[in-house]
């Protein structure tokens, strides 16, 4: 249980509803109480009108009928607070579930990137599916069953007593025997529990990654290999839920022996009471009655510890996530309308913790606030690390990055990132219209804005040709795009959002030469001001940039403009002589 304490903040929350939902259960259950009682009471009044005479049949019908129309009001009276109490409980549980998924969804999107590189996708939406819906089942079904059972387990209990003290002693002797079951079974159930939520959670990850990456599986024509694959994961899965359906199947036959012995013993020991006039035969009938009503909270014990050990397990998952914490410390201050945005590279030095590749040692470099800096280099000179730093989607391990006077570590990150638009190299689109992927950018956006944003992207015109123009469902990743289409419409997003910086990391790829030339020109001529990153393994991108730079294993090896740059032998030389070469043939 010590795992799920973490949410009883939760049930401070509700603890108006779940008080209401505690009251309703003793009122349901003291009701349903009645029915035994008058049950007996008839018996013991037609015992008494066969032996003794003493009442005559009119008075006989009468009690009777009394009696049961006692009965039909109790069993609706109970029936109604019975269904009040599952309008309180199980609508809590429902609330909580809400709350659990949006606490996790939200610590979700404030960890940093190394977390995500380390987690693969279907086990956080396993996390945030499967595993809530098991600990809401703590929090609903059995809160509601649970109290349900204590307070009739309880009633019950105190009212045999009251009625017949060695009968209920004597009857009551199995539940010991059951209470030592189950406490030693809960914890091959929680060892269960946990196999098959693990086991759940690498069959998603399978699915999720071969559905998403399904064009590949088929081109390359293994969809027999994956589907073996599938199915050694699948049977796992099978497998462990198979053992935990075989640890729980031996609570109901046993409790239902017990139950059974209990019947045995009210009938023999309230027999012998009865043959020494200790106890009215009406008795006998109602403690029958009972037994069989504590049959559904002693059954519901088996039930309930198999869904807390279940829950427990789930929640120990969640709060492994829930306990992960962001290598990106949010800052405390803000930019202000401080004109001066130059950004400043101090001695940075940066590796992946994940591979322990070094990108950046001492490196500095100043992009002055409202130019245009041009990067190529080779693969893993580290290009994408540069911007990566810029927008904090990760910290350099010494050194620092300053915008205006300020480091960005102490800056907000949010305001850090609203003065931000990035286009990484893979664009991701979600699936949703053209417009609302677009507006991602600016969620206040207009209409206007939204086709200005496609128009200085050079897409607006193929957008209209679309059946439906903006309001064009994607598909997943954008895949009913072409290439250069998807670029584009993830480059209009990130003009719409008017940022004071631009990160354009090797974006313009799949494009044509005349679509790029037109795009770089509505930069030049829209975006004067701002100060734009431009990362290209193609020349023409950057030919037109204030300052370009060349990186070679983290370190500028040649900076200047277009036409300096060409004045010297290097690698920016050479590259434009090749690129030229292969336009020209």
């Given amino acids: 249980?010590?795992?799920?304490?973490?949410?009883?903040?939760?049930?401070?929350?509700?603890?108006?509803?779940?008080?209401?939902?505690?009251?309703?259960?003793?009122?349901?259950?003291?009701?349903?109480?009645?029915?035994?009682?008058?049950?007996?009471?008839?018996?013991?009044?037609?015992?008494?009108?066969?032996?003794?005479?003493?009442?005559?049949?009119?008075?006989?019908?009468?009690?009777?009928?009394?009696?049961?129309?006692?009965?039909?009001?109790?069993?609706?009276?109970?029936?109604?607070?019975?269904?009040?109490?599952?309008?309180?409980?199980?609508?809590?549980?429902?609330?909580?579930?809400?709350?659990?998924?949006?606490?996790?969804?939200?610590?979700?999107?404030?960890?940093?990137?190394?977390?995500?590189?380390?987690?693969?996708?279907?086990?956080?939406?396993?996390?945030?599916?499967?595993?809530?819906?098991?600990?809401?089942?703590?929090?609903?079904?059995?809160?509601?069953?649970?109290?349900?059972?204590?307070?009739?387990?309880?009633?019950?209990?105190?009212?045999?007593?009251?009625?017949?003290?060695?009968?209920?002693?004597?009857?009551?002797?199995?539940?010991?025997?059951?209470?030592?079951?189950?406490?030693?079974?809960?914890?091959?159930?929680?060892?269960?529990?946990?196999?098959?939520?693990?086991?759940?959670?690498?069959?998603?990850?399978?699915?999720?990654?071969?559905?998403?990456?399904?064009?590949?599986?088929?081109?390359?024509?293994?969809?027999?290999?994956?589907?073996?694959?599938?199915?050694?994961?699948?049977?796992?899965?099978?497998?462990?839920?198979?053992?935990?359906?075989?640890?729980?199947?031996?609570?109901?036959?046993?409790?239902?022996?017990?139950?059974?012995?209990?019947?045995?013993?009210?009938?023999?020991?309230?027999?012998?009471?009865?043959?020494?006039?200790?106890?009215?035969?009406?008795?006998?009938?109602?403690?029958?009655?009972?037994?069989?009503?504590?049959?559904?909270?002693?059954?519901?014990?088996?039930?309930?510890?198999?869904?807390?050990?279940?829950?427990?397990?789930?929640?120990?998952?969640?709060?492994?996530?829930?306990d992960s914490k962001t290598s990106l410390r949010n800052g405390t201050s803000r930019l202000g309308d401080n004109k001066n945005k130059d950004i400043t590279f101090k001695n940075v030095s940066f590796k992946y913790d994940q591979t322990g590749i070094e990108i950046f040692k001492s490196f500095n470099l100043k992009i002055r606030s409202g130019q245009t800096l041009g990067v190529v280099g080779k693969v893993g000179s580290g290009k994408t690390s540069l911007v990566d730093l810029i927008s904090r989607i990760y910290d350099p391990k010494k050194g620092d990055i300053f915008i205006g006077d300020k480091n960005i570590k102490s800056i907000e990150i949010s305001k850090l990132r609203s003065l931000i638009s990035y286009v990484p190299q893979n664009n991701f689109l979600f699936s949703e219209s053209i417009k609302n992927n677009i507006e991602f950018g600016n969620p206040y956006s207009s209409i206007d804005d939204i086709t200005n944003a496609a128009k200085l992207a050079e897409v607006d015109l193929e957008i209209e040709k679309f059946e439906n123009g903006y309001n064009t469902i994607l598909g997943e990743r954008g895949v009913t795009l072409s290439g250069g289409q998807a670029q584009r419409i993830s480059i209009a997003r990130s003009f719409i959002k008017d940022s004071e910086i631009y990160l354009f990391d090797d974006c313009f790829s799949s494009l044509d030469s005349d679509t790029e030339d037109r795009i770089l020109k509505n930069l030049k001529n829209n975006f004067k001001n701002k100060t734009l990153i431009i990362i290209s393994h193609r020349i023409s991108c950057v030919k037109d940039a204030d300052n370009i730079i060349v990186l070679d294993n983290g370190k500028i090896i040649q900076s200047g403009s277009h036409n300096q740059l060409l004045k010297n032998k290097g690698y920016y030389k050479d590259l434009y002589l090749k690129q030229n070469s292969e336009i020209n043939e």
């Fill in 1 to 322: 249980m010590r795992e799920l304490k973490r949410l009883n903040k939760f049930l401070l929350k509700y603890k108006g509803k779940l008080l209401l939902g505690l009251l309703i259960t003793i009122i349901s259950r003291v009701f349903s109480i009645v029915t035994p009682r008058l049950v007996g009471d008839s018996m013991t009044t037609i015992e008494n009108y066969l032996s003794l005479s003493n009442i005559s049949i009119d008075e006989l019908k009468d009690v009777l009928f009394f009696n049961i129309v006692l009965i039909i009001g109790a069993s609706l009276i109970s029936g109604f607070f019975t269904f009040l109490m599952r309008q309180t409980i199980i609508n809590v549980s429902r609330f909580i579930e809400f709350d659990v998924k949006n606490e996790i969804f939200s610590h979700y999107q404030s960890l940093d990137q190394i977390f995500y590189k380390k987690n693969r996708t279907g086990d956080l939406m396993n996390r945030i599916s499967e595993d809530v819906s098991k600990v809401r089942m703590y929090y609903g079904p059995v809160l509601m069953y649970g109290t349900n059972a204590v307070v009739l387990f309880v009633i019950i209990i105190f009212y045999m007593y009251s009625v017949a003290p060695k009968l209920t002693i004597y009857s009551l002797i199995p539940l010991p025997i059951l209470s030592v079951f189950i406490y030693r079974i809960s914890n091959l159930i929680n060892k269960k529990s946990t196999l098959v939520q693990e086991s759940l959670s690498d069959l998603s990850t399978y699915s999720q990654e071969s559905f998403s990456g399904i064009s590949v599986l088929k081109s390359f024509n293994i969809q027999d290999i994956i589907l073996n694959k599938f199915d050694k994961y699948a049977f796992n899965s099978f497998k462990n839920s198979l053992s935990l359906a075989k640890i729980q199947a031996w609570f109901f036959p046993i409790i239902l022996f017990l139950i059974g012995l209990s019947n045995l013993i009210v009938i023999y020991i309230g027999g012998k009471e009865f043959i020494d006039g200790n106890i009215e035969i009406g008795v006998i009938a109602e403690f029958i009655i009972y037994v069989n009503m504590l049959t559904w909270p002693v059954t519901l014990v088996g039930w309930v510890t198999s869904i807390v050990k279940q829950a427990e397990a789930s929640q120990k998952r969640i709060n492994e996530f829930l």
